[in-house]
Antibody
Framework: QISLEESGPTVVKPKQTLTLTCTYS??????????VGWIRQPPSKAPEWLAL???????RYSTVLNDRLTITKDTSKNQVVLTLTNVSSVDTATYFC???????????WGPGSLVTVSS | QSVLTQPPSVSEVPRQRVTISCSGS????????VSWYQQLPGKAPRLLIY???RVRPGVSDRFSAAKSGTSASLAISGLRSEDEADYFC???????????FGGGTKLTVL
């Protein structure tokens, strides 16, 4: 069965770089049409999409955060990594990774990883 | 400010039917498939509906959805207490070249 799980720090200091890893299983990110995305959700707010990486290495980023985000994949490890530079308190959120097989749709989600930006 | 617009909250009594709306534009809902997600407190979103009105296998048939023009709706019939959750709509936006979400609707089962 398909599963994804996020891992990374729970607390990050302001101006540091946040690195999160999504480890997935049950599907191949080398297969046509597959993608993995990152979505974050501040407490009591709506989800905000951050980035997507596809089977063919195409990447897409949120226009709002484009210059601060990098998404990469390592299919040998079944992992997708997201980095967010120069964090501040507004980046405090639960970060989810999710599979995308249909354009704009996320069918399997990880449980989420709460990240707090605090000195 | 979310690209897709949903009412912040809806409420209904058990066994009744409730509808949640999602309004967008020609660059998202009007030209792409709509998805609906359920998010229970403290949990990750769960996909319920994809491609406008396709119920995901394993999801109760009490859930249904429709789309007309640049608006979509999710209906839940035979309401139960376990349906109390946040519901989000989503779609691809051609202008942004990105997926977008609604602001979410909190369903309260009275």
């Amino acid at each position: 069965q398909i599963s994804l799980e996020e891992s990374g720090p729970t607390v990050v200091k302001p101006k540091q770089t946040l690195t999160l890893t999504c480890t997935y299983s049950g599907f191949s990110l080398n297969s046509f049409g597959q993608g993995v995305g990152w979505i974050r959700q501040p407490p009591s707010k709506a989800p905000e999409w951050l980035a997507l990486i596809y089977w063919d290495d195409e990447v897409r980023y949120s226009t709002v955060l484009n210059d601060r985000l990098t998404i990469t994949k390592d299919t040998s490890k079944n992992q997708v990594v997201l980095t967010l530079t120069n964090v501040s308190s507004v980046d405090t959120a639960t970060y989810f990774c999710a599979r995308s097989e249909t354009t704009g749709c996320f069918d399997y989600w990880g449980p989420g990883s709460l990240v707090t930006v605090s000195s | 400010q979310s690209v897709l617009t949903q009412p912040p909250s809806v409420s209904e009594v058990p066994r009744q039917r409730v509808t949640i709306s999602c309004s967008g534009s020609s660059s998202n809902i009007g030209n792409n498939g709509v998805s609906w997600y359920q998010q229970l407190p403290g949990k990750a979103p769960r996909l319920l509906i994809y491609n406008d009105d396709r119920v995901r296998p394993g999801v109760s048939d009490r859930f249904s959805a429709a789309k007309s023009g640049t608006s979509a709706s999710l209906a839940i019939s035979g309401l139960r207490s376990e349906d109390e959750a946040d519901y989000f709509c989503g779609a691809w936006d051609d202008s942004l070249g990105a997926p977008v979400f609604g602001g979410g609707t909190k369903l309260t089962v009275l």
